[in-house]
Structure formats: C-alpha cells, structure tokens
C-alpha cells in the first residue's frame, strides 16, 4: 500500500521541461536546408503544444530556393563557376549505347568493301584491283638487280664476297691480290640463278595460261553473254560458268540452270579441291532475291544492287 501511495506521488511531481536552444534545433534541421534557408532569421522561438510540432517560420526552413542556393553559390564560389548539369541515368546509358552502336556501324562500314552489280562506272570509281594473276618473281627489267640481291642475301654468297673482296687487297692478301674465293663463289651462283630464271620462266607461261583462259561475260548494252578472257575480268562482272568449268574468280553465286523454271531453287555442287584439296562437291545455293528472277540471260541486266564483301585479313 505504502508502494502505491508512493507511485502516485512521483507522478504529481512537476515537471521541468528545457527549451531547445537554437544549435540544438540547428542539429536536427535536415542537411538540405543548411544551404537554402538562413538559420539566424528563422529560428523559432516556441512550439505548438507539447508534442513539438514546428511552427510556421519553422516549418518555412524545408522549402529550398533555388534563386538563392544560386546567390550564395556565386557569393562562396565566384560567378565565373561554371554550372555542371547531371542527365539522368537513364538518358546517359541510352546516349552510351547509341554512341556504341554508331561506332560499331562505322567499323562495320570500313571492314567491308561494296560491289555494285550492272554499275560498271561505280566499281570503276572504286579503283578495285584487275583479275589479272601473276605468280613470277621476276621480269625482264628487274630480274638481274633482283636477282643478285636474292643471291647474295644468302650468308653463305655474302661471306665468300667479302673474302674474295679482301682478297684482291694486296697489303692484306695472302694470294698475291688474286681473288682465289671468287672462281667458286662464280659458279655457285650462276647455277644458282640459271635454275631460278628456269623456274620463273614456267611461272610465267602458267601466268599467261590461266590470264587467257575464255569465259563467258555478261554485257549489258547487248543484254547477252559474250566470251572474255579472264584477266579481263573486273570486279561487278556477271560470269556464267559452264558444268566442270574452272571458276575465274571470286564469285557469288546468282543463280543456276534449272530443270524445272517454273520452281528454282538456285542449287548447284561446287569443288573446291584447287582451295582446299578435298575432291568431294558442295553444295551451294544462290541468293533468293536474284535465282527466282533469273530466268534468261536477258533477265540479268534487270537486276540491281551490291553486295558487301569483307576485307582480306
């Protein structure tokens, strides 16, 4: 009982309550408004009721003014600062990712060339290389200089020049200023070069074999294929080749010979054991858009387009 009376006691004592001094309040006042609002002006001076609910000036200091966030910024910084403007997230990544794409595009563009077809003046304007093949090392201008240089490149040819070279100095030559090593080192070297311009002269009439060889060309101002030779070849030309025909020169397939016109299906059997030794046919079809056009000869002047082709590596 004595406990109770007590109890009771204790809580109709009064209570003392403190104002909250003003760097109390400057504590708990959101790090936002620090730099909007001056502290010193607005301070409150009282509360609503006991449940500290702010007052009106109190309550002014959560609403930012961005025309005088700017003033104090020039005040503190300066006004030749420049302002920095920050996109949003997600306007930045799409701009990352298109300025990707653009790259990628052009990096694309670069890597392939592009071969127009029954446009002539466009591959022209291209200055693409001829179909013309050459396998010879030498000519009948340059072979000499070129081929003495091949010879004596070799380190064998080099050091006995040099030997019979010093040789013909007297002062430091023990066969009496004779070039004893260069009688030898002679020989070797016509043999040397007398089975070098046997080899190329066979490169040459291979050359000239493979350069003369006919094929069939399409023209466009007779709307026919006429023979050509195949060094004559330029890059856009469209070739017919015949059943077991060698094949001129890269070519894309456009179509085939159909024993049914009325249902192409643009297949042929290719083989390429000059490329890669393998006997057995491949399988090949032509593009969609041009085998189901190309039903005459006359029908290949009508199509128009390019291809891109992929750069060498």
């Not at 020049?161 to 070039?179: A, D, E, R, W, Y």
């Not at 004893?180 to 291979?206: G, N, Q, T, W």
């Amino acid at each position: 009982m004595a406990s109770l009376i007590g109890l009771k006691r204790q809580q109709q004592q009064p209570t003392t309550r403190h104002k909250p001094s003003a760097l109390r309040r400057a504590i708990h006042l959101p790090i936002a408004t620090l730099h909007s609002s001056p502290l010193a002006t607005h301070m409150p001076s009282s509360r609503d009721g006991d449940g500290g609910t702010p007052t009106a000036p109190y309550a002014l200091l959560a609403q930012p003014s961005p025309l005088r966030d700017e003033i104090e910024a020039d005040s503190i910084l300066g006004s030749n600062v420049v302002d920095v403007h920050v996109d949003d997230v997600a306007e930045l990544s799409q701009i990352q990712e298109d300025t990707k794409r653009e790259e990628a595009e052009d990096i694309d563009d670069r890597d392939y060339r592009y071969v127009y077809l029954n446009a002539p003046e466009k591959n022209t304007a291209l200055n693409y290389c001829s179909n013309l093949v050459i396998t010879s090392r030498f000519t009948v201008y340059n072979f000499l200089p070129k081929l003495l240089f091949y010879e004596f490149s070799k380190l064998a040819n080099a050091y006995f020049l040099v030997i019979s070279i010093m040789q013909t100095i007297k002062p430091i030559s023990n066969t009496g200023g004779f070039p004893a090593s260069l009688p030898a080192l002679s020989i070797i070297v016509l043999i040397d070069m007398f089975f070098a311009c046997l080899e190329d002269y066979k490169r040459h009439k291979a050359d000239h074999i493979a350069n003369n060889l006919p094929c069939l060309r399409f023209q466009r101002d007779a709307k026919a294929f006429e023979p050509a030779k195949w060094h004559t070849l330029q890059v856009g030309d469209v070739v017919k080749v015949a059943n077991r025909d060698p094949v001129p020169a890269d070519l894309v397939i456009l179509g085939a010979c159909e024993p049914d016109p009325l249902n192409p299906a643009g297949i042929c059997y290719v083989e390429t054991k000059s490329l890669d030794g393998e006997t057995n046919l491949k399988l090949r079809q032509g593009l969609e858009g041009t085998y189901t056009a190309l039903l005459s000869d006359a029908a290949v002047g009508d199509i128009k387009g390019n291809a891109g082709v992929r750069d060498a590596e």
